[in-house]
């Protein structure tokens, strides 16, 4: 027999999640929720229609919403599920995810308990942190259900003040909170060094803030993709916005999403940008600045899953889709031991360490830009840089990767005044 998941955005059904018994996973948009004056896709990926998606193509957009590599071995251990059965997983952790979308065994009601919260004391979240390392997204513990992308140990979080929760019971969450990586020093003030700084030089930038309790380093992100609606009667209430990255919105699954396995090209971002965006001009010009930026600090990691779309106003008549804040930049070239081939050719160019400025000249015909304009930028961001960077407060760790930053900088610099 057919397993069935309800999927919602917010509090709407918009369609069902289902798993037949040779274990293809189908999805299909409910007759209401397409014949409603506020009806949105669910994904780029999933335009609006009557027939049912196969597997195929809409796996990018729903497996997009998973944990990767060892950390989704380790959760369906934990589970006593398929590593490689999405729909078995989003089953038992769908509740809380990134954007607005939760999924319901079909049958069950909706949670509506939106204020359940475990608040958690220094030592308990300490805890939480070195549980992380062998319990992923905490996935199996009572009331908690959630889920989030990417392969770095990382768990939703509920902020007020300075207290931290966790959601449970399918209450929204406030922050994402990332452990550091005993692999890589100082992992957690490098990113929060390079976000700061992407903040502090007027790039649409996630707020971070580093912390740390009983020795252990953790930064929290404030999530984008959450925010309170103000009401003239009741207490702000705390609401998800829809969102979805670059690998689901093209529909590429996530084990693909470096581009020299299948992932997103910048050229494809471009043109995913021209394609959705409300705002394009304003879009394409956060897009550039986001990948000049990752050059100058060294970030050889942003591939199509660390960039987004937003969504706003969804079921409205006035819906928005932009290019989300940037969020997951650090600098990867600090670490000697991280390769130096990047996520996405640049200009033609897949080596860091080989990108010059006729490079950024093919970026910009990628983009469909004035070559001019995009070189003038990147010389404008390394002067931005170069002033900004020294003025944010840093330790010995961010003092070493700032003083590397900068050296990139000159280095680059260099190579556009010859």
Not at 36 to 56: C, D, I, N, V, Y
Not at 184 to 208: D, H, W, Y
Request: proline share 5%.
């Amino acid at each position: 027999m057919p397993k069935s998941l309800d999927v919602y955005l917010q509090s709407d059904l918009v369609g069902h999640l289902s798993q037949d018994t040779g274990g293809q996973m189908h999805f299909q948009y409910v007759e209401s929720w397409l014949g409603g004056s506020g009806a949105a896709p669910l994904s780029q990926s999933l335009p609006l229609r009557k027939e049912r998606f196969s597997q195929k193509e809409c796996r990018g957009y729903f497996g997009g919403i998973l944990p990767e590599a060892s950390n989704r071995e380790i959760v369906a251990r934990n589970l006593g599920i398929s590593a490689r059965n999405d729909f078995a997983m989003l089953k038992e952790i769908g509740g809380e995810c990134a954007g607005a979308v939760t999924f319901v065994p079909t049958g069950d009601r909706l949670p509506e308990n939106r204020n359940s919260h475990r608040t958690l004391s220094s030592s308990e979240l300490a805890v939480v942190l070195r549980e992380l390392r062998k319990r992923p997204l905490l996935a199996g513990q009572e009331g908690i259900r959630q889920s989030l992308a990417g392969a770095q140990d990382k768990v939703p979080v509920y902020l007020s003040g300075d207290e931290i929760s966790l959601p449970l019971y399918g209450a929204p969450s406030t922050h994402v909170l990332k452990p550091a990586v005993e692999r890589f020093e100082g992992v957690v003030q490098n990113e929060s060094l390079c976000m700061r700084l992407a903040a502090a030089i007027g790039l649409p930038t996630a707020k971070v803030e580093a912390r740390s309790v009983e020795g252990m380093d953790y930064l929290l992100v404030e999530r984008y993709d959450r925010v309170y609606r103000k009401d003239s009667i009741h207490e702000p209430v705390l609401e998800r916005l829809h969102q979805e990255d670059f690998c689901q919105a093209l529909g590429i699954v996530s084990e693909m999403k470096y581009q020299k396995e299948g992932g997103p090209s910048l050229k494809q971002c471009f043109a995913l940008l021209r394609k959705v965006s409300s705002a394009p001009i304003i879009d394409f010009a956060h897009l550039i600045d986001a990948v000049i930026f990752n050059h100058l600090v060294g970030n050889n990691d942003a591939h199509g899953k660390n960039f987004s779309l937003l969504y706003c106003g969804l079921g409205t008549d006035d819906p928005h889709v932009g290019f989300a804040p940037l969020y997951d930049i650090l600098s990867t070239v600090y670490y000697p031991e991280l390769s130096r081939t990047m996520a996405m050719k640049l200009g033609g160019e897949y080596s860091s360490a080989k990108v010059w400025p006729h490079n950024f000249e093919q970026l910009a015909e990628d983009a469909g830009l004035e070559k001019s304009l995009v070189k003038g930028r990147v010389a404008e961001m390394v002067k931005e840089i170069r002033t900004v960077l020294p003025q944010i407060p840093s330790d010995e760790i961010t003092s070493s990767i700032a003083t590397r930053i900068l050296e990139r900088c000159e280095l680059i610099q260099g190579r556009f005044e010859r």
